[in-house]
């Protein structure tokens, strides 16, 4: 029976064991989900919106990357270093059209490249594993 602590219901759940890379962007997008709330309305249903979208569909994919085998990842992992290209160039306009400041989008831009350089080296990876051996 898992015991509730009163100030938080899951305190005292131990945290899932994900991927690292899977970690860093449930943790950018909970800093993320902080920032869309305070995005001007212009953006917030638009640009934010799509922002938002963008890293869901990079936890989506970095999760079903998780649990295949070793030659079905690279489409997904691909895929998810895709959405994180595009997702860093919607944050720069964000940022250019002064709707996220720059404190935000350093915050935000820092670690969205560090989860770039993560999937680029398990894309290495996965492609040196899946290569035939000559």
Do not use: C
Not at 1 to 11: A, D, V
Not at 26 to 44: E, F, N
Not at 87 to 97: A, D
Not at 107 to 126: F, H, T, Y
């Amino acid at each position: 029976m898992i015991e509730l602590n009163k100030s938080h219901p899951f305190k005292s759940t131990p945290p899932p064991n994900f991927l690292p890379v899977l970690g860093r962007v449930k943790k950018l997008y909970i800093l993320w989900y902080g920032y869309y709330q305070s995005l001007p309305k212009v953006h917030r249903h638009s640009l934010g919106q799509r922002i938002d979208t963008l890293f869901v569909e990079i936890i989506e994919a970095i999760s079903v990357a998780s649990f295949l085998s070793k030659s079905e990842k690279l489409p997904y992992v691909r895929l998810a270093t895709r959405k994180v290209d595009t997702l860093k160039v919607l944050l720069l306009v964000l940022w250019e059209t002064r709707s996220i400041d720059d404190k935000k989008y350093v915050a935000l831009s820092l670690q969205i490249e560090d989860i770039g350089k993560m999937l680029g080296g398990w894309n290495g990876q996965l492609v040196k594993q899946n290569s035939p051996v000559k």
